[in-house]
Protein backbone atom coordinates (compact mmCIF):
# COMPACT_ATOMS: atom_id res chain seq x y z
CA UNK A 1 0.00 0.00 0.00
CA UNK A 2 1.43 3.87 -0.91
CA UNK A 3 2.37 5.23 2.09
CA UNK A 4 0.82 8.42 0.54
CA UNK A 5 -2.55 6.95 0.42
CA UNK A 6 -4.20 5.47 3.03
CA UNK A 7 -7.95 4.85 4.30
CA UNK A 8 -6.79 2.78 7.16
CA UNK A 9 -9.56 3.23 10.09
CA UNK A 10 -11.79 5.77 7.77
CA UNK A 11 -15.39 5.62 8.69
CA UNK A 12 -16.88 5.03 5.08
CA UNK A 13 -21.18 5.23 4.76
CA UNK A 14 -21.97 4.08 1.42
CA UNK A 15 -25.75 4.22 -0.04
CA UNK A 16 -26.68 2.18 -2.67
CA UNK A 17 -23.72 -0.76 -1.48
CA UNK A 18 -25.37 -3.25 -3.10
CA UNK A 19 -25.00 -1.91 -6.38
CA UNK A 20 -22.60 -2.99 -8.91
CA UNK A 21 -19.90 -0.12 -8.17
CA UNK A 22 -21.22 -0.26 -4.68
CA UNK A 23 -20.54 -3.20 -3.54
CA UNK A 24 -16.59 -3.81 -5.23
CA UNK A 25 -15.98 -0.72 -3.59
CA UNK A 26 -17.12 -1.62 0.11
CA UNK A 27 -14.41 -5.10 -0.97
CA UNK A 28 -12.07 -2.50 -1.33
CA UNK A 29 -12.26 -0.14 1.48
CA UNK A 30 -12.51 -3.32 3.68
CA UNK A 31 -9.70 -4.50 2.53
CA UNK A 32 -7.69 -1.85 2.56
CA UNK A 33 -8.71 -1.38 6.50
CA UNK A 34 -11.39 1.15 6.10
CA UNK A 35 -14.78 0.33 8.79
CA UNK A 36 -17.53 0.51 6.10
CA UNK A 37 -21.60 1.43 6.85
CA UNK A 38 -22.90 -0.58 4.40
CA UNK A 39 -26.32 1.18 3.39
CA UNK A 40 -29.19 -0.39 0.27
CA UNK A 41 -32.56 -0.16 -0.01
CA UNK A 42 -31.99 -4.43 -0.85
CA UNK A 43 -28.96 -5.05 1.17
CA UNK A 44 -29.03 -8.92 0.65
CA UNK A 45 -26.26 -9.41 -1.67
CA UNK A 46 -24.09 -7.91 1.00
CA UNK A 47 -24.62 -10.43 3.44
CA UNK A 48 -21.33 -12.15 3.05
CA UNK A 49 -19.23 -8.82 3.31
CA UNK A 50 -19.42 -9.03 7.55
CA UNK A 51 -17.92 -12.34 8.00
CA UNK A 52 -14.35 -13.48 8.85
CA UNK A 53 -11.84 -10.94 9.23
CA UNK A 54 -13.67 -7.97 8.51
CA UNK A 55 -16.86 -8.91 10.87
CA UNK A 56 -16.21 -5.77 12.96
CA UNK A 57 -15.14 -3.15 10.48
CA UNK A 58 -18.72 -3.54 8.75
CA UNK A 59 -22.21 -3.18 9.21
CA UNK A 60 -24.71 -3.26 6.53
CA UNK A 61 -28.26 -2.05 6.61
CA UNK A 62 -31.28 -1.85 4.74
CA UNK A 63 -31.83 1.98 3.83
CA UNK A 64 -34.44 3.32 1.99
CA UNK A 65 -32.80 6.74 1.52
CA UNK A 66 -36.38 8.10 0.19
CA UNK A 67 -37.75 7.36 4.07
CA UNK A 68 -36.67 9.85 7.12
CA UNK A 69 -36.73 7.78 9.70
CA UNK A 70 -34.18 5.02 8.04
CA UNK A 71 -31.76 7.69 7.20
CA UNK A 72 -31.58 9.43 10.67
CA UNK A 73 -31.49 5.34 11.46
CA UNK A 74 -28.66 4.86 9.40
CA UNK A 75 -25.92 7.66 10.51
CA UNK A 76 -27.49 7.01 14.55
CA UNK A 77 -26.10 3.12 13.99
CA UNK A 78 -23.49 4.39 12.12
CA UNK A 79 -22.06 6.79 14.84
CA UNK A 80 -23.44 4.35 17.90
CA UNK A 81 -20.75 1.42 15.79
CA UNK A 82 -17.87 3.51 14.99
CA UNK A 83 -18.58 7.36 16.53
CA UNK A 84 -18.25 9.14 13.58
CA UNK A 85 -18.65 9.15 9.70
CA UNK A 86 -15.26 10.28 7.86
CA UNK A 87 -16.91 9.61 4.60
CA UNK A 88 -20.29 9.67 2.85
CA UNK A 89 -20.68 7.83 -0.69
CA UNK A 90 -23.35 8.91 -2.64
CA UNK A 91 -24.67 5.82 -5.20
CA UNK A 92 -28.15 5.15 -4.63
CA UNK A 93 -29.81 5.43 -7.60
CA UNK A 94 -32.42 4.93 -9.61
CA UNK A 95 -30.96 3.84 -13.76
CA UNK A 96 -33.93 3.14 -15.79
CA UNK A 97 -31.45 0.70 -17.25
CA UNK A 98 -32.24 -0.26 -21.26
CA UNK A 99 -34.21 -2.89 -22.23
CA UNK A 100 -32.06 -5.35 -23.68
CA UNK A 101 -34.00 -7.26 -25.76
CA UNK A 102 -37.68 -5.94 -25.88
CA UNK A 103 -39.35 -3.57 -27.73
CA UNK A 104 -41.28 -2.79 -24.99
CA UNK A 105 -39.70 0.38 -23.51
CA UNK A 106 -39.35 1.98 -27.31
CA UNK A 107 -41.92 3.96 -27.61
CA UNK A 108 -42.37 4.91 -23.44
CA UNK A 109 -38.50 5.63 -23.95
CA UNK A 110 -39.02 8.38 -26.82
CA UNK A 111 -38.51 11.71 -25.21
CA UNK A 112 -41.70 13.13 -26.37
CA UNK A 113 -43.82 9.60 -24.59
CA UNK A 114 -41.36 9.26 -21.26
CA UNK A 115 -43.76 8.73 -18.78
CA UNK A 116 -44.45 10.88 -15.64
CA UNK A 117 -44.25 8.41 -13.00
CA UNK A 118 -40.47 6.84 -13.60
CA UNK A 119 -39.96 10.47 -14.22
CA UNK A 120 -41.49 11.33 -10.56
CA UNK A 121 -39.35 8.31 -8.79
CA UNK A 122 -36.03 9.38 -10.45
CA UNK A 123 -36.07 12.63 -8.82
CA UNK A 124 -37.16 11.22 -5.80
CA UNK A 125 -34.15 9.06 -5.16
CA UNK A 126 -31.63 10.74 -7.44
CA UNK A 127 -32.32 14.01 -5.79
CA UNK A 128 -34.38 14.89 -3.78
CA UNK A 129 -33.52 11.95 -1.17
CA UNK A 130 -29.87 11.94 -2.17
CA UNK A 131 -29.85 15.75 -1.56
CA UNK A 132 -31.38 14.15 2.33
CA UNK A 133 -29.41 11.35 3.20
CA UNK A 134 -26.91 14.20 2.70
CA UNK A 135 -28.35 17.00 4.82
CA UNK A 136 -28.74 14.19 7.77
CA UNK A 137 -24.84 12.74 7.58
CA UNK A 138 -23.93 16.61 7.09
CA UNK A 139 -25.30 17.12 10.43
CA UNK A 140 -22.87 14.57 11.74
CA UNK A 141 -19.86 15.98 10.19
CA UNK A 142 -20.54 19.43 11.36
CA UNK A 143 -20.95 18.55 14.73
CA UNK A 144 -17.79 16.07 14.38
CA UNK A 145 -16.20 19.43 12.49
CA UNK A 146 -14.94 16.82 9.66
CA UNK A 147 -16.19 15.23 6.68
CA UNK A 148 -15.38 14.07 2.80
CA UNK A 149 -18.46 13.26 0.13
CA UNK A 150 -18.28 11.36 -3.08
CA UNK A 151 -20.47 11.70 -5.60
CA UNK A 152 -21.28 9.49 -8.26
CA UNK A 153 -22.42 11.52 -11.27
CA UNK A 154 -22.24 9.59 -14.91
CA UNK A 155 -20.94 10.69 -17.97
CA UNK A 156 -24.66 12.18 -18.74
CA UNK A 157 -24.41 14.79 -16.31
CA UNK A 158 -22.11 16.11 -18.49
CA UNK A 159 -22.82 15.28 -22.01
CA UNK A 160 -25.99 13.61 -23.80
CA UNK A 161 -26.37 10.07 -24.62
CA UNK A 162 -25.50 9.08 -27.87
CA UNK A 163 -29.28 7.28 -28.83
CA UNK A 164 -26.89 4.99 -31.26
CA UNK A 165 -25.27 3.15 -28.39
CA UNK A 166 -28.83 2.03 -27.71
CA UNK A 167 -30.03 0.72 -31.46
CA UNK A 168 -30.65 -3.12 -31.72
CA UNK A 169 -30.18 -3.57 -35.34
CA UNK A 170 -33.36 -0.92 -36.31
CA UNK A 171 -34.55 -2.39 -33.12
CA UNK A 172 -34.39 1.52 -31.24
CA UNK A 173 -33.60 2.09 -27.15
CA UNK A 174 -33.24 5.10 -25.99
CA UNK A 175 -31.32 6.30 -22.23
CA UNK A 176 -34.38 8.32 -21.07
CA UNK A 177 -34.35 12.00 -19.91
CA UNK A 178 -34.97 10.70 -15.83
CA UNK A 179 -31.89 9.67 -15.33
CA UNK A 180 -30.19 12.26 -17.83
CA UNK A 181 -31.77 15.13 -16.38
CA UNK A 182 -31.39 13.92 -12.49
CA UNK A 183 -27.62 12.94 -12.83
CA UNK A 184 -27.11 16.50 -14.48
CA UNK A 185 -27.70 17.92 -11.31
CA UNK A 186 -24.90 16.12 -9.50
CA UNK A 187 -21.98 18.57 -10.71
CA UNK A 188 -23.73 21.32 -9.39
CA UNK A 189 -24.27 19.56 -6.05
CA UNK A 190 -20.84 19.00 -5.84
CA UNK A 191 -19.74 22.11 -6.33
CA UNK A 192 -22.46 23.37 -3.86
CA UNK A 193 -21.47 21.43 -0.72
CA UNK A 194 -17.81 21.96 -1.95
CA UNK A 195 -18.04 25.92 -1.72
CA UNK A 196 -20.67 25.72 1.39
CA UNK A 197 -18.62 23.39 3.56
CA UNK A 198 -15.33 24.98 2.66
CA UNK A 199 -14.60 26.85 5.92
CA UNK A 200 -15.93 23.86 7.74
CA UNK A 201 -13.69 21.00 7.45
CA UNK A 202 -15.91 19.27 4.66
CA UNK A 203 -14.87 18.38 1.20
CA UNK A 204 -17.71 17.38 -1.67
CA UNK A 205 -15.91 15.66 -5.00
CA UNK A 206 -17.65 13.33 -7.75
CA UNK A 207 -16.56 10.65 -9.73
CA UNK A 208 -18.16 10.33 -13.49
CA UNK A 209 -18.04 6.52 -14.15
CA UNK A 210 -19.08 5.41 -17.51
CA UNK A 211 -20.14 2.06 -19.24
CA UNK A 212 -19.42 -0.83 -16.17
CA UNK A 213 -19.47 -4.09 -17.50
CA UNK A 214 -22.18 -5.74 -16.47
CA UNK A 215 -23.02 -9.20 -18.65
CA UNK A 216 -23.19 -6.78 -21.57
CA UNK A 217 -24.07 -8.54 -25.12
CA UNK A 218 -21.09 -8.47 -27.19
CA UNK A 219 -23.32 -6.53 -29.69
CA UNK A 220 -23.12 -3.99 -27.35
CA UNK A 221 -20.22 -3.91 -26.36
CA UNK A 222 -18.68 -3.78 -30.26
CA UNK A 223 -21.00 -0.86 -30.81
CA UNK A 224 -19.88 0.86 -27.56
CA UNK A 225 -16.14 0.18 -28.49
CA UNK A 226 -17.05 2.34 -32.04
CA UNK A 227 -17.32 5.29 -29.59
CA UNK A 228 -15.43 5.01 -27.15
CA UNK A 229 -11.65 6.44 -27.16
CA UNK A 230 -10.28 3.40 -25.62
CA UNK A 231 -13.17 1.16 -27.15
CA UNK A 232 -13.60 -0.54 -24.78
CA UNK A 233 -16.05 -0.93 -21.57
CA UNK A 234 -14.88 -0.24 -17.94
CA UNK A 235 -14.08 -3.08 -15.36
CA UNK A 236 -15.41 -2.19 -12.43
CA UNK A 237 -12.02 -2.70 -10.71
CA UNK A 238 -10.89 0.40 -12.57
CA UNK A 239 -12.96 2.74 -10.12
CA UNK A 240 -11.77 2.00 -6.91
CA UNK A 241 -8.53 3.69 -7.49
CA UNK A 242 -9.85 7.39 -7.67
CA UNK A 243 -12.48 6.69 -4.76
CA UNK A 244 -9.53 5.45 -2.51
CA UNK A 245 -7.77 8.40 -3.16
CA UNK A 246 -10.64 10.55 -2.61
CA UNK A 247 -11.66 9.07 0.59
CA UNK A 248 -7.90 9.58 1.84
CA UNK A 249 -6.36 12.79 2.74
CA UNK A 250 -3.93 12.42 0.03
CA UNK A 251 -6.96 13.95 -1.72
CA UNK A 252 -7.03 16.87 1.14
CA UNK A 253 -6.83 20.08 -1.13
CA UNK A 254 -9.62 18.56 -3.61
CA UNK A 255 -13.17 19.73 -3.34
CA UNK A 256 -15.47 21.14 -6.16
CA UNK A 257 -13.76 18.72 -8.44
CA UNK A 258 -15.43 16.11 -10.70
CA UNK A 259 -13.85 13.59 -12.30
CA UNK A 260 -14.03 11.43 -15.40
CA UNK A 261 -13.01 7.85 -15.11
CA UNK A 262 -14.56 7.05 -18.54
CA UNK A 263 -12.08 5.46 -21.04
CA UNK A 264 -12.25 9.65 -22.69
CA UNK A 265 -15.92 8.83 -23.15
CA UNK A 266 -16.48 13.42 -22.57
CA UNK A 267 -13.16 13.84 -24.18
CA UNK A 268 -14.80 14.00 -27.80
N1 LIG B 1 -22.88 1.25 -13.84
C1 LIG B 1 -22.49 2.25 -14.64
O1 LIG B 1 -22.04 2.01 -15.75
C2 LIG B 1 -22.58 3.68 -14.17
C3 LIG B 1 -22.13 4.66 -15.02
C4 LIG B 1 -22.21 5.99 -14.62
C5 LIG B 1 -22.70 6.30 -13.38
N2 LIG B 1 -23.15 5.33 -12.55
C6 LIG B 1 -23.68 5.74 -11.24
O2 LIG B 1 -23.02 5.01 -10.22
C7 LIG B 1 -23.94 4.74 -9.16
C8 LIG B 1 -23.99 3.25 -8.90
O3 LIG B 1 -24.31 2.59 -10.12
P1 LIG B 1 -24.46 1.02 -10.18
O4 LIG B 1 -24.15 0.61 -11.56
O5 LIG B 1 -23.75 0.40 -9.03
O6 LIG B 1 -26.03 0.91 -10.00
P2 LIG B 1 -26.88 -0.32 -9.49
O7 LIG B 1 -28.24 -0.15 -10.05
O8 LIG B 1 -26.14 -1.60 -9.70
O9 LIG B 1 -26.92 -0.05 -7.91
C9 LIG B 1 -27.68 0.97 -7.35
C10 LIG B 1 -28.06 0.52 -5.97
O10 LIG B 1 -28.87 1.54 -5.40
C11 LIG B 1 -29.88 0.92 -4.65
N3 LIG B 1 -31.02 1.82 -4.49
C12 LIG B 1 -31.93 2.19 -5.42
N4 LIG B 1 -32.85 2.98 -4.87
C13 LIG B 1 -32.51 3.11 -3.55
C14 LIG B 1 -33.07 3.79 -2.45
N5 LIG B 1 -34.23 4.47 -2.57
N6 LIG B 1 -32.44 3.72 -1.26
C15 LIG B 1 -31.30 3.03 -1.12
N7 LIG B 1 -30.73 2.33 -2.12
C16 LIG B 1 -31.33 2.39 -3.32
C17 LIG B 1 -30.26 -0.34 -5.43
O11 LIG B 1 -30.86 -1.30 -4.58
C18 LIG B 1 -28.91 -0.77 -5.98
O12 LIG B 1 -28.29 -1.75 -5.16
C19 LIG B 1 -25.28 5.33 -9.57
O13 LIG B 1 -25.40 6.59 -8.97
C20 LIG B 1 -25.16 5.45 -11.07
O14 LIG B 1 -25.94 6.51 -11.56
C21 LIG B 1 -23.09 4.01 -12.92
Request: net charge negative; glycine share 8%; aromatic share 8%.
Amino acid sequence: MSKFISIENKVILITGAAGLIGKELCLAFLADGAQVVACDLNPAPLSDLGTGDRAQNVITLALDITVAEQREEAVRQAVEKFGRIDVLINSAAIDAKFDKGGTGKINNSRFENYPEAPLRQSVEVNMTATIQMTQVVCRQMVEQGHGNIINLASTYSLVAPNQGLYDFGGQISYKPIDYVATKSFIPNFTRYLATFYAKEGIRCNAVVPHGIENNHSDEFKERFAQYSPMARMCDRKELIGIFVYLASDASSYMTGSVIPVDGGWTAW
